[in-house]
């Protein structure tokens, strides 16, 4: 079956701009998690949406980071005024359940380029 | 706090070897555990988990990992390497005490399985 789908897989961009990066979860599933991939940080979790809703948001680096979930499956993660630092690769995730036990599908990601 | 470790930047290993790729955590509360693997330019995919239950736990493509509670260990094993076992391997744990579900990973062990 159809797996968790992202796009743009590539996406560069100039400092300053806004971006928005979108992920669609395997259908079903209730949980949605978003991690960034990058080559000093490693794998980081931003956020997690159960549902439309966000539980945690601890991971949002800064207030230029947001994300919305709707109708319970498409989720976009927007960063706006971007700076080299948030160069990675965006990485969303899909789980059946919200709980810690279920293994996270991941999406092959967007790899964010800010000149 | 939730970590996790991976002692190993890099494993080698002649092909048709058995292989092991370290990993230790610290949580408070029970952990969940799970292996992952990335190959260039693609997502996470799920190898394996233990929840609960017996301490050897059997995955995707004829991997195998070892819980040890005492050692907080979750080391990935399998019996006989193959050249297409080459990728990157991430462990991650959930669970533990307020965790909404979300991963923490390890910094990943690249696996080179020479011919």
């Known amino acids: 079956g159809a797996g968790v789908s992202q796009s743009p897989s590539n996406k560069v961009t100039e400092k300053g701009k806004d971006v928005e990066l979108r992920c669609d979860p395997i259908?079903?599933?209730?949980?949605l998690y978003w991690y960034r991939q990058s080559l000093g940080q490693g794998l980081e979790f931003l956020i997690y949406f159960q549902g439309n809703s966000a539980p945690d948001k601890s991971g949002l680096p800064s207030d230029r980071f947001s994300a919305e979930r709707t109708g319970g499956s498409v989720s976009t993660l927007t960063i706006q005024r971007t700076q080299q630092e948030d160069s990675a690769v965006y990485l969303c995730?899909?789980?059946?359940?919200?709980?810690?036990?279920?293994?996270?599908?991941f999406g092959d990601g967007t790899r964010l380029s800010i000149l | 706090a939730q970590s996790v470790a991976q002692p190993e930047d890099q494993v080698n290993v002649a092909e048709g070897n058995p292989l092991t790729v370290k990993c230790t955590y610290s949580?408070?509360?029970?952990?969940?555990l799970f292996w992952y693997v990335q190959y260039p330019n693609r997502g996470l995919q799920f190898l394996l988990k233990?929840?609960?239950?017996?301490?050897l736990v059997k995955g995707s493509y004829g991997f195998e990992a070892e819980f040890n509670k005492s050692q907080t260990s979750f080391h990935l094993k399998k019996p006989s390497a193959l050249v297409s076992d080459s990728a990157l391997y991430f462990c991650a744990v959930g669970g533990g005490s307020g965790n909404t579900g979300k991963l923490i990973f390890g910094q990943g062990t690249t696996l080179q399985v020479k011919p």
């Open positions: 233990y929840i609960t239950g017996d301490n």
């Open positions: 995730a899909s789980s059946l359940g919200g709980g810690a036990n279920q293994p996270q599908h």
């Open positions: 259908s079903g599933h209730t949980a």
């Open positions: 949580v408070s509360g029970n952990p969940y």
